[in-house]
């Protein structure tokens, strides 16, 4: 079973530093893209950033310039990079793949459990 397990969350001052990681671990054929999506309470899930692949990278308005998301291929790994944060970056920040089972099966979205952010004085 493939799972994907999210780690360093936690509760960091504004202006502080996060670094999250989210490892696949189980048995598949590839990943292709991988993210991160953020819900914080009373809102929808929303995109923070998300990682092709090739390493190309999209992020949203909201956290473009202060976050950064990389991969680690062989270790089917992504990370988040999360500098000057904000009070408004406090949410639950779930990890996000895009795996192929098998050489003939399509792409299934799979989620990790998510991380507690808290961006608090």
């Known amino acids: 079973q493939v799972q994907l397990v999210e780690s360093g969350g936690g509760l960091v001052q504004p202006g502080g530093s996060l670094r999250l990681s989210c490892a696949a671990s189980?048995?598949?054929?590839?990943?292709?893209?991988m993210g991160w999506y953020r819900q914080a309470p009373g809102k929808e899930r929303e995109l923070a950033a998300v990682?092709?692949?090739?390493?190309?990278?999209n992020y949203a308005d909201s956290t473009k310039g202060r976050f950064t998301i990389s991969r680690d291929n062989v270790k089917n790994t992504v990370y988040l990079q999360m500098n000057s944060l904000k009070p408004e970056d406090t949410a639950v920040y779930y990890c996000?793949?895009?795996?192929?089972?098998?050489?003939?099966?399509?792409?299934?979205?799979?989620w990790g459990r998510g991380t507690l952010v808290t961006v608090s004085s």
């Open positions: 189980g048995s598949f054929f590839s990943i292709n893209d």
């Open positions: 990682i092709t692949i090739g390493g190309s990278t």
């Open positions: 996000n793949a895009q795996i192929r089972h098998y050489w003939y099966s399509s792409l299934g979205s799979l």
